[in-house]
């Protein structure tokens, strides 16, 4: 059983940064395809980004309204996804969740929430204006 555990929400102002981390653990970190997604009060899920599992480095692949402002990573021997956020606005004040999935092939960097087996408890990020 895969499980993730979210940190670094919190409130910030408009224009300001957040770094966000998902350590996982109980399963092989390295073949796993790693997301983040949001939810915001009375929205749907939204997908933010997305880092693929390869042998030679991993496809990311990022949601329109944050592109440009957020970077994905992972570190395979922390066995920790991190979701970079830059230039934040009103707009990003969301639960951010994590989630996880060791069924996607390599390098295939899914958008979508149903392709995720593995979710963590989410973490608040609120955006100031």
């Known amino acids: 059983q895969v499980q993730l555990v979210e940190s670094g929400g919190g409130l910030v102002q408009a224009g300001g940064s957040l770094r966000l981390s998902c350590a996982a653990s109980?399963?092989?970190?390295?073949?796993?395809?790693m997301g983040w997604f949001r939810q915001a009060p009375g929205k749907e899920r939204e997908f933010v980004a997305v880092?693929?599992?390869?042998?030679?480095?991993?496809?990311?692949d990022y949601g329109d309204s944050v592109k440009g402002r957020f970077t994905i990573s992972r570190d395979n021997a922390k066995s920790s996804v991190y979701l970079q956020m830059n230039s934040l606005i009103p707009e990003d004040t969301a639960v951010y969740y994590c989630?996880?999935?060791?069924?996607?092939?390599?390098?295939?960097?899914?958008?979508?929430?149903?392709?995720?087996?593995?979710w963590g408890q989410g973490t608040q990020v609120t955006v100031s204006s």
């Open positions: 880092i693929s599992w390869s042998w030679s480095g991993g496809v990311t």
């Open positions: 109980g399963g092989t970190f390295s073949s796993y395809a």
């Open positions: 989630a996880a999935d060791d069924t996607l092939g390599p390098k295939y960097a899914s958008s979508r929430a149903s392709d995720y087996e593995y």
